[in-house]
């Protein structure tokens, strides 16, 4: 049975930085913001934070609040690896999903300050990134309506970003064999 490490936060948290960390002990990383932005390329969708944000949630309501989850399954089953990361996990439906595909899940939190997220985002300039703190706090609503919140609450480990990359990085790697070490099997 596959392993699933599942990591959720709200928008430039660090989800990605986390993922990375835990990558290079060998694990393998699959990213739910990639498939929503390759599904929306498909579709030919475009890529700006408006756009974005309301082909999540239409995406969703057509085919289903497990409908990123069932996008990214098709990634995992194809992998070799016993234990997958899988980064940007949004809604208690993702993780029941992938629960009831059999793998044995675990859910870490990456948590951060409003004002540091947007100044992460604004350096990273991809173009579903907000411009305005204004338009990160509606993406954070339209995060937390499709139960990103309840996700975050009920993680089983957290690791709060609010320093430089090299303190998360020592976060992660002093919480990773905690991480590895719940048990996976609920």
């Known amino acids: 049975m596959k392993q699933l490490i599942l990591i959720a936060g709200m928008p430039g948290s ?25 599904e929306a390329e498909a579709r030919g969708v475009g890529g700006d934070i408006v756009s974005m944000s309301r ?3 239409e995406l969703r309501r ?10 990214v399954q098709r990634k995992i089953e194809n992998l070799k690896a016993e234990c997958v990361v899988v980064e940007g996990v949004r809604s208690l439906k993702e993780v029941e999903y992938f629960k009831s595909e059999g793998y044995s899940v675990i859910l ?3 948590l951060a300050p409003v004002s540091l997220r947007y100044s992460r985002l604004s350096k990273r300039s991809r173009p579903d990134d907000p411009k ?3 338009e990160l706090e ?12 309840e996700v975050l609450a009920l993680s089983d480990v957290y690791i709060v970003n609010d320093g430089s990359t090299s303190s ?7 919480k990773l064999k905690s991480i ?5 099997d609920r």
């Open 62 to 71: 057509k085919l289903g609040n497990d409908a990123v989850a069932r996008l």
């Open 180 to 184: 590895l070490s719940k048990n996976l």
């Open 55 to 57: 082909f999540m949630v």
């Open 108 to 110: 870490v939190g990456v």
């Open 132 to 134: 305005t703190l204004g």
């Open 14 to 38: 660090g989800k990605t930085t986390v993922a990375k960390i835990i990558e290079k002990h060998g694990f393998t990383v699959v990213s739910m913001g990639d498939a929503v932005r390759e």
């Open 168 to 174: 998360l990085a020592e976060t992660v790697e002093s």
């Open 138 to 149: 509606e993406r954070d609503r339209v995060e937390l309506s499709v139960g990103l919140g």
